[in-house]
């Protein structure tokens, strides 16, 4: 059997992983679970600690700023959830052998810089060379926060009866990487505007500014239940995660979903669904529907647009998508269309 690309679904995390998590430690309040972006582990005095783990990037067609924004900011992005944001990091960096130590220092000298702008400390981790290292992928990190734990919130909270909320845009990250790695098929379909502003959007893939926005700097703010960053599968991935880690049903209306001009025209260029693709940078908000206004209204205070999308149901009536009155099951696709996209471009010698 072929490997899918991107992370495992939920049938082959249960089918490879299932409880198999070493120790069984009763401090563990949340361990790995599908759909869910920490884990939360228990400390005295009525705290915890949160912890996430991802991939670090290293992608030459963005650059080396680029890359080590995406390496902090979509671990910073699953710490979000939480309510609060990263404090502790630890990076394990396997480099090609053919990185130069003058890209290397320039390349982490972004990650420090990126790390103290939003008030993490790097804690160690491991760095070397790995011979036949040709992946965009350049190891990865461990953030860490510890808060209070009746504060810490989890994407498996949301509840039947509440709505669901949407920051920003479908697919900005998508949008962003492959107008910045294919421009001159971008600006020659759509035009040099379009890919500029879509490469401008990279800088909007960090969804820490809209958790904090809702549930306040110092996570004050109680109105929000759950939240879930919005990574691969896209937005309405993300809904089925959040929908089914929770065990509720969904029901997302098609024409309230937010997709901005750029980040469709650049999926149209390569065929893609903007619903459906990585799209870091939104955030998905699970409230009271009585509570919606205002979580939109603290976002919109920020500058940061937000929409609400949707309903979540009782257990066992699906994760549903309505468009023209008409519902259908909102399909969890194994493989995210991105990276098919990227890398038929790449094989095509898009430029």
């Not at 991107?6 to 490879?16: A, M, R, S, T, Y």
């Not at 671990?75 to 053919?98: C, I, K, S």
């Not at 990126?114 to 290292?133: E, L, P, R, S, Y």
């Not at 509720?248 to 025209?265: A, D, R, S, T, Y």
Request: hydrophobic content about 40%; aromatic content about 8%.
């Amino acid at each position: 059997m072929e490997n899918q690309l991107g992370k495992i679904d939920h049938v082959l995390f249960e089918q490879f992983m299932g409880a198999k998590f070493g120790f069984e430690n009763p401090d563990v309040l949340a361990g790995p679970q599908f759909g869910v972006d920490v884990s939360v582990v228990s400390l005295p005095g009525n705290m915890a600690m949160a912890l996430t783990s991802d991939p670090l990037s290293l992608i030459p067609s963005l650059g080396l700023e680029e890359s080590a924004w995406l390496s902090v900011h979509l671990m910073a992005n699953d710490m979000a959830t939480t309510g609060y944001g990263p404090q502790f990091g630890q990076f394990v960096l396997n480099l090609p052998d053919t990185f130069s130590s003058s890209d290397f220092s320039i390349y982490w000298n972004y990650i420090h810089t990126f790390c103290k702008n939003i008030g993490v400390a790097i804690t160690g981790g491991h760095t070397g060379f790995i011979a036949g290292q040709n992946s965009t992928i350049a190891g990865g990190g461990t953030f860490v926060s510890v808060g209070e734990k009746n504060k810490m919130r989890l994407s498996k909270n949301a509840k039947p009866g509440q709505v669901l909320l949407l920051s920003k845009s479908c697919a900005i990250s998508s949008a962003a990487i492959l107008a910045m790695s294919f421009p001159e098929i971008v600006k020659n379909k759509v035009g040099v505007e379009v890919q500029q502003a879509a490469c401008g959007s990279l800088y909007e893939t960090s969804s820490l500014p809209d958790a904090l926005a809702a549930v306040g700097e110092c996570n004050q703010y109680k109105e929000v239940t759950a939240m879930h960053d919005v990574t691969e599968g896209g937005v309405l991935g993300a809904v089925y995660e959040l929908a089914t880690a929770s065990g509720c049903g969904v029901n997302i209306f098609e024409e309230k979903l937010p997709i901005g001009e750029i980040q469709k025209h650049v999926c149209d260029v390569f065929s893609l669904d903007p619903r459906y693709c990585i799209g870091a940078g939104a955030m998905l908000f699970a409230c009271e529907a009585n509570h919606a206004q205002i979580v939109i209204d603290r976002l919109t205070q920020k500058g940061i647009n937000c929409t609400e999308i949707g309903v979540l149901t009782e257990t066992g009536k699906g994760t549903n998508i309505i468009e023209n009155k008409v519902s259908s099951p909102i399909v969890y696709k194994q493989d995210d269309p991105y990276w098919a996209a990227f890398f038929k471009a790449l094989n095509a010698g898009w430029k």
